[in-house]
């Protein structure tokens, strides 16, 4: 089993930058390939982005590519989304999420892709 926990989320205003954190625990964290997805009430999960399980690839979806950075240190079990340039529109519950089957499906784009997730962390942008 993994157990991950996001954390970082928080109010910030239009334009500014938070880090999200996912910190993971049970099976090695270099075993999976992992992502972050958001939510907002009534809609499905969205993807964000994802890393491979070396960091060597990395895949934005197209309305956070070039404010995000997705990654990772796997010597610390830790999974980071930076977002910079902040808006609006990126309101939402950011969950992180494992997914074991990356590296022969090459699918990370639908939440079905992936095991286990976290919690989630609230972000909220103000204009």
């Known amino acids: 089993q993994v157990q991950l926990v996001e954390s970082g989320g928080g109010l910030v205003q239009a334009g500014g930058s938070l880090r999200l954190s996912c910190a993971a625990s049970?099976?090695?964290?270099?075993?999976?390939?992992m992502g972050w997805f958001r939510q907002v009430p009534g809609k499905e999960r969205e993807f964000v982005a994802a890393?491979?399980?070396?960091?060597?690839?990395?895949d934005y979806a197209d309305s956070v590519k070039g404010r995000f950075t997705i990654s990772r240190d796997n010597a610390k079990a830790m999974l980071y989304l930076q977002m910079n340039s902040l808006k609006p529109e990126d309101t939402a519950v950011y969950y992180c999420?494992?997914?074991?089957?990356?590296?022969?499906?090459?699918?990370?784009?639908?939440?079905?892709?992936?095991?286990?997730w976290g919690q989630g962390t609230q972000v909220t942008v103000s204009s």
């Open positions: 890393i491979s399980r070396s960091a060597y690839s990395t």
């Open positions: 049970g099976r090695t964290f270099s075993s999976y390939a």
């Open positions: 999420g494992t997914n074991s089957r990356a590296w022969y499906s090459g699918r990370y784009y639908s939440q079905n892709d992936y095991d286990y």
